[in-house]
């Protein structure tokens, strides 16, 4: 049936695209909470978010052009489920 077919894509693109977006997001913020404790343990100040900054807007900036992409994709017709 069509419409298993398409919530079947639907799924496999969740559990795949999705995941690995939000998993390789979550490790590059994660480098950049690493970066800040360890500044923080190794000068014993109070965590500082400029450590951290650069990593967590590069993940924001990438899940914001994932997000643009798949919006305009599927508004053009190019993705549908």
Request: aromatic fraction near 14%.
């Amino acid at each position: 049936e069509l419409s298993q077919a398409i919530s079947t894509k639907l799924v496999v693109w969740r559990w795949t695209v999705c995941t690995g977006l939000h998993a390789t997001c979550s490790f590059f913020a994660g480098l950049g909470l690493v970066r800040m404790w360890s500044h923080t343990i190794a000068y014993r100040t109070r965590p500082q978010v400029a450590y951290a900054a650069p990593m967590i807007i590069a993940a924001m900036i990438g899940h914001g052009l994932y997000n643009s992409f798949v919006t305009i994709a599927e508004l053009g017709g190019w993705l549908q489920f």
